[in-house]
C-alpha cells in the first residue's frame, strides 16, 4: 500500500501553538486522529486572525476545504503544546494549499507528531461560486 508522503515547503508564513486538551485524547491515551484534524483547523484559524480574517469572509470572499491529507508521525499527549508551522505551496487563481508541521517539546527534546496539507478554495458564500483569490490574500500567501 503506498502512504502518504508529504514535504513541508521552506516558506513558513506562520508558527502558531496549540495546546492538548483533555478532550482530544482517545481511548488510547493519545491526541486521536480527529483531533489533529481540529487542531490543524484551529491554526489556520489563528492565522486567518492575524489578518483580521475568518474562513468565511477574507475581503468578502470564504474559504472551502477541498482535500486533506496527514502523515502521522508520532504520538501526542494530554499536557502537550504543539506548534504547529504554516506554509504554503501552490496557489492559482481560486485556490491555495496549505502545509502544516505539527511538533512538540518534551523532555528537551522537539518531536515531530504530523505533516498535513490543505486544498483550500476561495468561495463566494452569496452567489455559490468559485471565486479569486482575494489579492491582499494573495499578497500574504506569496510573503513565504
Not at 44 to 63: A, C, D, K, P, V
Request: proline content about 2%; overall charge neutral.
Amino acid at each position: 500500500m503506498a502512504r502518504v508522503k508529504l514535504e513541508m515547503p521552506d516558506n513558513k508564513i506562520v508558527v502558531v501553538s496549540v495546546p492538548v486538551r483533555i478532550t482530544d485524547i482517545n481511548y488510547g491515551n493519545h491526541l486521536g486522529n480527529n483531533s489533529f484534524v481540529s487542531i490543524i483547523h484551529e491554526a489556520r484559524m489563528l492565522w486567518l486572525q492575524q489578518h483580521s480574517y475568518t474562513e468565511l469572509n477574507i475581503e468578502g470572499t470564504g474559504l472551502i476545504l477541498a482535500d486533506l491529507m496527514v502523515e502521522f508521525k508520532s504520538e501526542s499527549y494530554y499536557g502537550d503544546t504543539i506548534e504547529i508551522a504554516i506554509a504554503v505551496g501552490e496557489i492559482s487563481k481560486v485556490s491555495f494549499e496549505l502545509y502544516y508541521q505539527l511538533q512538540t517539546r518534551r523532555n528537551d527534546k522537539l518531536i515531530l507528531l504530523a505533516l498535513a496539507k490543505t486544498g483550500m478554495v476561495c468561495y463566494d458564500y452569496t452567489i455559490k461560486k468559485v471565486a479569486a483569490i482575494p489579492e491582499k490574500l494573495k499578497k500574504i500567501l506569496s510573503a513565504g
